[in-house]
């Protein structure tokens, strides 16, 4: 793949780490457009994520997230001025990479980072919506222990990521400078346009 193909930054990583913050600000600095995936499934769903989990199941969910990143990544529409294709700043869901099949996609896309976070950071970021989040509620665990569960199941597949970001301690601000760097630092060129 040629690497000016398909300039695409997509955030990953677990939830609660910033992925739905920091991108879009990564895409105004960049000037891109952003897309966050977990909107699209609700939006191609007609009903929140956490609906589609309740009434259809966690396969549905992951079906209609496999064709929507699946979607994002293969998308052709091109910039005006270079001719290059469009584009965009990405956040999946936090169980997204674990499929190879979207894994497959992100890479083939462009530069995947995955942005982390400590499990007590996590545990104190999602303590009031924890109940909302399927994956959370899952077992009947205490938080923490069903974070630092799911984090264990998810290590190998957010260990791909061309590069990992902890949001841990500091600022959205010095967030977005390190993404920004670790996507220059893969070496993805983009016109002045796009830039």
Request: charged share 30%.
């Amino acid at each position: 793949m040629e690497a000016q193909a398909t300039p695409k930054l997509i955030l990953t990583g677990f939830m609660a780490t910033g992925k739905s913050v920091v991108g879009p600000l990564v895409a105004r600095r960049l000037g891109w457009r952003f897309v966050d995936s977990d909107a699209e499934v609700a939006a191609r769903a007609g009903k929140s994520i956490a609906a589609v989990f309740a009434d259809e199941g966690e396969a549905r969910m992951r079906a209609l997230e496999r064709e929507v990143i699946a979607a994002l990544a293969r998308d052709r529409r091109r910039c005006a001025q270079c001719g290059r294709r469009r584009p965009a700043v990405i956040a999946t869901g936090g169980g997204a990479i674990v499929e190879e099949a979207n894994f497959a996609e992100m890479h083939a896309a462009g530069v995947v980072i995955c942005l982390s976070a400590r499990p007590e950071v996590i545990a104190r970021r999602v303590a009031r919506t924890a109940a909302r989040r399927p994956k959370l509620a899952e077992g009947g665990k205490p938080l923490l222990e069903r974070i630092n569960e799911l984090m264990a199941e998810r290590a190998s597949a957010y260990a791909r990521a061309d590069a990992t970001i902890d949001t841990s301690e500091i600022a959205i601000e010095a967030v977005v400078e390190r993404v920004l760097d670790a996507y220059a630092a893969h070496g993805r060129g983009r016109c002045n346009l796009c830039a």
